[in-house]
């Protein structure tokens, strides 16, 4: 089945410790989408890539960086992640930016 | 500004009761989008529905419905004959241009949990 898969669904790093997120989807879309969110609380868009083109919130801290190698593949890197970093991230695609999005099951991740 | 509310935070409902999720948006977009999507315990977003600006047709799925009112800025959701398994929470979005062109972001609303009872 096509999907949006995320690797992995639980990760545990130490402050300040960087840390690699993956997302891989089979379903060819043209945009990913990376979410930050906490609990109780609505996803919160950090940034998207519309095929090669990365597109940065405003708002997204510095700390967190994408790359999207190829068209299957987005990564999300916390250079320094803090405590305030834990959270649920959840990565999105869509065929184009006004379709559905698409989520994968999310990796939880906490910092000690 | 965008904006989507959820003001019903929690609902509880016993199995086979009806229950209706409001979600309320503010838009000055002429084209938008809305959508609900639900988050069971897993964590995992699963897509139900989109409704563009200029379809108000309401739409049923089964044992879901789907109640758009421009006039009211609505996109209500209704669960007939609840179950167990719907207890998660419900987010209702809108679709927003952002700054790149014709891409759009998901503002969402603050969800709904409702929680079915057995």
């Known amino acids: 089945d096509a999907m949006v898969i995320q690797n992995p669904r639980y990760q545990v790093t130490q402050f300040g410790k960087p840390v690699t997120l993956s997302c891989s989807q089979t379903?060819?879309?043209?945009?990913m989408y990376w979410y930050q969110q906490k609990s109780s609380q609505a996803p919160k868009l950090l940034f998207h890539y519309y095929d090669k083109d990365f597109n940065n919130e405003a708002d997204t801290p510095d700390n967190f960086q994408s790359r999207r190698p190829n068209t299957s593949f987005c990564f999300l890197d916390i250079r320094s992640p803090g405590l305030g970093d834990a959270a649920m991230y959840l990565c999105a695609t869509s065929i184009h930016s006004y379709n559905e999005q698409f989520f994968g099951p999310g990796t939880r991740l906490t910092v000690l | 500004a965008q904006k989507v509310t959820q003001a019903q935070t929690e609902i509880s409902v016993v199995e086979k009761e009806d229950v209706t999720l409001d979600c309320v948006y503010e838009t000055r977009d002429t084209t938008y989008y809305l959508f609900w999507y639900k988050q069971p315990p897993s964590g995992e977003l699963v897509f139900l529905i989109r409704r563009n600006s200029f379809d108000e047709q309401n739409e049923i799925s089964g044992r879901y419905s789907w109640n758009f009112q421009k006039s009211t800025s609505s996109f209500n959701f209704t669960i007939t004959a609840s179950q167990v398994v719907d207890s998660a929470v419900y987010f209702c979005a809108l679709s927003r241009p952002i700054s790149s062109g014709s891409a759009r972001q998901l503002t969402f609303g603050s969800g709904t949990q409702l929680t079915v009872l057995p």
């Open positions: 379903l060819n879309h043209n945009v």
